[in-house]
């Protein structure tokens, strides 16, 4: 199993420029969810979904949307990036059974510029 | 929502002694404190993890304790060695599962050789 895995690593965008950061999961995890990391800050929730065609909002989930089309796959989109959205994203997945540990990607490093 | 704070944000150490990292969190529906590692350039990975209905639990050089009355959970690590110098993260989860962890801002621990 490849667990959970991002694309791309690493993505320097302009102001108002638009991108989907992808993030797929073989583990047949149910929930999946983004968080940012920044400086200092922790990591702190963006969106997070517990099925095929059900998210919702985290803490931070504004400049950001996501779709739930599949079990696997959960991507994240910038809608106009802006240079507060420089940060590491990290995508998890998890078991639906319970409370059980979450698996991270390896992460996407975003540059706004 | 769960608030989460973590002490100290930075803790350095000689090689052999331990090491002890504290978090409270504010939502007593909280059930699931795990700890997540997180090497420089890497993704977070959990090193322990405890649920509600159990007040300490050890793995090896690594134990987490919890006090719900208090609100509050630690990471001891004994015997520290310098392949633990990381960031480390304690989070909280309250209803429904990982999928909606919220994490504390992390601890620098440095061990010295």
């Known amino acids: 199993n490849a667990g959970v895995t991002q694309t791309p690593k690493f993505q320097v965008l302009k102001t108002g420029q638009s991108m989907t950061l992808q993030c797929a999961q073989d583990?047949?995890?149910?929930?999946m969810s983004w968080y940012r990391q920044d400086p200092g800050m922790g990591l702190r929730l963006i969106h997070y979904s517990v099925g095929a065609g059900i998210t919702d909002q985290g803490e931070v989930p504004n400049g950001y949307n996501v779709s739930r089309s599949t079990t696997e796959d959960f991507p994240l989109r910038l809608l106009s990036a802006a240079p507060s959205q420089t940060s590491v994203y990290f995508c998890?997945?998890?078991?639906?059974?319970?409370?059980?540990?979450?698996?991270f990607g390896q992460g996407t490093r975003l540059t706004v510029v | 929502g769960e608030n989460v704070e973590q002490h100290p944000s930075t803790l350095s150490v000689q090689e052999g002694d331990s090491a002890v990292i504290k978090c409270t969190y504010s939502?007593?529906?909280?059930?699931?404190f795990p700890w997540y590692k997180q090497e420089l350039g890497k993704r977070p990975q959990l090193i322990i993890d405890?649920?509600?209905?159990?007040g300490e639990k050890k793995d090896q050089r690594i134990a987490v304790t919890l006090n719900k009355t208090a609100k509050h959970f630690s990471l001891h690590i004994t015997e520290t060695q310098p392949e633990d110098s990381a960031v480390y993260f304690c989070a909280a989860c309250t209803q429904g599962g990982s999928e909606k962890l919220v994490f504390g801002k992390g601890t620098k621990l440095t061990v010295n050789p």
């Open positions: 405890i649920r509600s209905n159990v």
């Open positions: 939502d007593s529906a909280s059930n699931y």
């Open positions: 583990m047949n995890h149910e929930y």
């Open positions: 998890a997945s998890t078991l639906t059974e319970g409370v059980s540990e979450a698996f």
